[in-house]
């Protein structure tokens, strides 16, 4: 289990400080990939993910496009074509290569990206130590957060991509798991009503999307102590959950039938036991675990099937405002959730899976994109999203706050993203898992 | 102008003045379809379009399924096959066809329909002579709110075929429009921060969505005096508005790509000038009118262009309550937006368009699905869609309230839907039409 | 039985002749629809097929366009939206609509319709009365071919239409059907190995893509004695024909897979039993009838289960060389292929399905495309289509020619098309049904 | 300039003969992948085309599957997981995946793959030196006719990939081009009527569609002198080609308006000049080098607008007859077409580009599907598919022959396809190029 540095009262102001942390959150990226094969970090097994080549040479694309060319005198570009060739989606730049199309991009091959690597990374040195102006000190923090976005995308994509490979081979397949144990009896907490204050308190840093800080009222409500698990979720699945209509919403319903949805993403059944695909490959599916890789979509039925709902994002902070920031988090190296603990008091709040929320994701009271380019970071996707809270097992705990947003289409299920339910009122039912 | 009757305080506990309000309801809906030729109503456009005749069918359909056969004695259905044949969506009645192929019921013909529709009523009436339980008039409330849906959906399905003809034939080809004024000019009202109550005060019908009445914390914000015009929003067209990804949602710049959209639904331009394919056939654009026809999508980046936003959907029920339903509606026959008056205060709150709104659909805190069949028919829907408000040029002015909830996904613009500005705080400067 | 008459014979030159084929051909047409409401005539159930009213439509179209418009002195076309509204595909003539929202002309009417049919009637009557020149003969003899090919698509594109509504109503639901009897033994018919001479032989009228007649080398091959029974493709059916890849072509194969075709068109199974639907609504399967609305790739992959193969288009001609123009044809009023008789000789070479040929549909040698507006007739069709022969029970008996070549894509099974064997050499083993 | 050794004369049934034929074939397959990193060989840009890794293990694979599992006592499989995992379409070797995923076999991995091929090998060998019975012999040549098959597509391929690429690396930047000259007119050739003999004449190999060898009739005809240049193809599109329908077949001009074809594939508009990307990377076009990566549709529209037509298959197997199979070859490391010479008679039959024929791809009379696994080889593609003659500036020279059926689908083009003129009857006017 991870916890969080205290990263507000870190003195980030001086610049080896800054370097330091350069070095940690670049090095870590290094340290995902040093297992992988040139060739496994060409796959692109569906277009919502990305080759790992790709991921390794976007991250470094931002820091020199956002700092290096405007705030560098007499920066030489790597290579001018990669300013367009690793674009992700930033239409102020000018015209970006479809998503689609990564997996084409052999060139330039891994050495010439590792390359570029140390190359911008020399230059981003170079900077600081000369001019460590607080705008780039500023878009520096927003380079090191968006390169740890991408470190937990490189682990979700080439799971996908491995999974997609008939062989299945597994990210980690000498990794040995700790023995498991039962998870605890689910309990609800009880939450009044109010007007409650929710966003970023703008103590370090945080994305444009969780401000502003502003007021909310809340309806009195319960949360579920724990995390739903793959024990639960079969019940569901055998009470006949992907066959009834009048268990999910209508989008969801048609997707399920499009799609031929009978369990989450990377199940399996063989004969009368369930499998689950890991990074370690292929295991028997655990029935303490929480239940992991489902869409809002299955989220959203299994609660209303429970009998109770999804929290909105506000009574998800409102209910993890007491919580300290640990959990099985990324550094943990697990790359997978484990069974809740037997402490009292809400668990899982962070880490293991993300936790889908009813919530769409929409704009705060008194959002304002920010200027530049940073302003198609976030805003411009406020949409046919819905918002995740709390983090993963693949999440740098240090990325992670109470007010971070995730969010992602109703459908997609390939992110580490499971269920926590809610309740209207106060709630005192226990479920036995 | 049409002013709604004052609903609350009719008594229609009296069978008799529910008759007269079924039969009311009904005639309406034969007055719509009396221009339209048996071949008219066959067309079905695209989709998410419906033929006339299966409007007409399935409305009878409803009070058939929904009070007949539950709660009505003996009764002998007009056509068993209808069951399925008719049923929209409702799963829990079991399989029913996919909406695309509707257009291929030539038979039960037109004139068998009307048969139905004729044996139909004959049985309500019967019903409500013998036996008006309360639960039998809460689904003829429901089912006669149902209805007037439908008549809108048959003017936007019929205005759709028409204009996917090449020929381009007009609804009401010989209706002639009154004469047209200069907008006024746009001016800004403010409304305080503070805690609200919003949705329906449980006088008087009202769909489950609209309940239960909750409080909700609002932050001060401005709300324009009247609709966005086609003037304005022909400037913002002039202004590189379909070119410029920065003011458009992501998903939004996708869709205007891949449909190469230009311009609002039904606007063609012919030389230097823009025509408008309306009710009464293809017309030159008029400028004081509000701009209609547009999506979410749209709607959003017009905003975003003018330096404003849309509002919620709560501050616009904020906004709204002070005023009284009042407006261009389906009983005024233009179906087709009006240009503003020069009144002081909120303009076309209600009628004229239905007004996007920055809120995605979702449950108010505390909503309860309905037991029984009608539980599918606005819960399900709570996801990947956007609320609209205030009722169009096509809305049946009894039909409407000020805790009503439209809602359609962000990339239809088949609905008479315009755009209504509004801005965080306290904003004070006008715009000039 | 319907027997052709001798149309070489018959003096065609005189204008009184034409009018009364004219008469004949254009009221054969109206008595295929008079059972038909205006609804029916609306529905087009797949982008292949055209709503009733469209055809009625276009075969007049056809008149006004090649032979009014040009060659008319002072002719006023009945609306001059109609040559860009109803041509189908001859790009000479400027854009057409996409043949897809033909089901969204509601307006004309079916009843403007008539009047345009009964309009250019008139005026073709006057032209021949007047000007009966050998260009305007020859092009209102292709016209009444063309006319005469819709009437099949007029049946074809019905059937397929209330087969898709779930009612599933017949096109003549209270026909009575002859009394069946059993299909006799298949037996071989060969034919020797040498240069032949194969296309129209220029008596009458004939399309440009049944010339030149010209010679060609057939080895020798063995024909069967009828077409193919229902009986015989259950046995296909029973033997995992829609389940073994090998007895598929790739194309084949994939379509089935992703078609989940395990029957012929029309064909259901209800329990142990196996019904089809028809003109005169859904029936139980008659096993001595000719398999009937079967793809090429269900001929073709029946044939190799059989051991046997399709003929070729000039295999089938040398076969029919010597028989009479005789059958089951639209004339007998079945609408619907009835089983072989007991007669010596080839059974069923006319009349009942179309008989897919292993032949892609390609130029003869030497093929010129005609000059002017017929050119688009045929020739560029000449792609991926393969050649069927014979005519079925829903061809006008004085429509088909031993040369004739109808062409379809190999997917394709609305029309009536049905499986004739043969065999390299000389085969001699008879098969019992 | 490569000309084919005399296959037929070799005396291949001794069993040295064998090995040496075996490791020059497998060896040019490394020659051709020498300058391609791991990350290239990754590389699937469309699903028509595999990643470079996939052919070299694809073809070993099947030397595994064909000869070592069924003929090898005691053989070990490498991976046994591969017989999967390596099935290109193989129905009777069971389930093998779809072929879009081929991208996603990252594992094994490149080196792992050349361990396999080296493992086959040394069996392959070992297997030759004590039992190298006929059958044996038989599947081995098929397997190394099979090699050189994916040869010519390894070079399609990453073609195809690196265009895909933005950043358009060559496959061979380092080469240097030989010096161009001017194409010479195209003259005709004229070919008398009768009775010929075609298809393969049982000396050698063949694959099983050239057989058996059979008479067929052919008219007078004449074949152009040479292939059309890209000079002519720039007049025939200075000339409206791509926006006149009437020269397209209709599915053709579907197919160019789908996909908004203006040029041949690789072409692009620079200012007044074209270029063309090439094996070398992008050059101005040559105008002398004969038009290359044409579709089928293309070819035909071309062909129509130069008042020619495509040849036959036969027609062009008859004029090949007298003619020497010796041209521009992959052994010639052209990888591109080069200008026809100035010598007399036909020149450019072979090598340089495949020739599009008129010819669908169907079965010759009596053509027997070959028994066991090849069965699935040629025959099952016998539809949809057109066939081209005369082998590729990157076919090896020893792989073709006079009979040799290639085949494509119409619309395809990233094949090294171009276009031969042919014309009924004996035609003289020659055109200057």
Known sequence: MTTAPNMQSMSLSLPHKWMERYGKVRNQTLRLVETLAPDDQMVQSMPEASPTKWHIAHTTWFFETFILKPYMRDYIPFDARFTGLFNSYYKRLGDHPDRTIRSTFSRPTLDQIFLYRNYVDKDIRNLLDHDASPRILQLLELGLNHEQQHQELIITDIKHAFWTNPLRPGYQPNQIRSVEWGAPSLTWHCFNEGVYEVGHDMGGFAFDN?????????????????????????????????????????????????????????????????????????????????????????????????????????????????????????????????????????????????????????????????????????????????????????????????????????HMRWQFSGIRLAHDGRFHVGADS
């Open 210 to 410: 969780e401000l502003p800080r502003h007021l909310t009222y809340i309806q009195p409500f319960s949360m579920a102590s724990r995390l739903v698990t793959n024990k639960e979720y079969l019940t569901f699945m055998a009470d006949g959950g992907y066959t009834r209509p009048e268990l999910w919403l209508s989008d969801a319903w048609d997707h399920v039938c499009a799609h031929s949805w009978t369990a989450p993403l990377y199940w399996e059944q063989a004969g009368d036991e369930w499998t689950q695909f890991t990074c370690r490959g292929t295991l028997p599916l655990n029935l303490s675990e929480p239940v992991c890789h489902v869409s809002f979509y299955e989220a959203d039925a299994f609660a209303r099937w429970a009998g109770a709902r999804l929290p909105t994002e506000f009574e998800w902070e409102v209910a993890a405002d007491s919580i300290g920031i640990s959990g099985n988090f990324l550094e943990d190296e697990n790359y997978h959730p484990r069974p809740a603990g037997t402490q009292a008091g809400l668990q899982q709040i962070f880490g293991d899976t993300w936790e889908w929320t009813a919530s769409p994701y929409s704009a705060y009271p008194g959002y304002c994109v920010p200027e530049g380019i940073e302003g198609e970071y976030n805003g411009k996707f406020m949409c046919n999203q819905m918002v995740l809270r709390g983090g993963s097992c693949i999440t740098p705990v240090s990325h992670m706050r109470k007010s971070y947003r995730n969010y992602f289409p109703p």
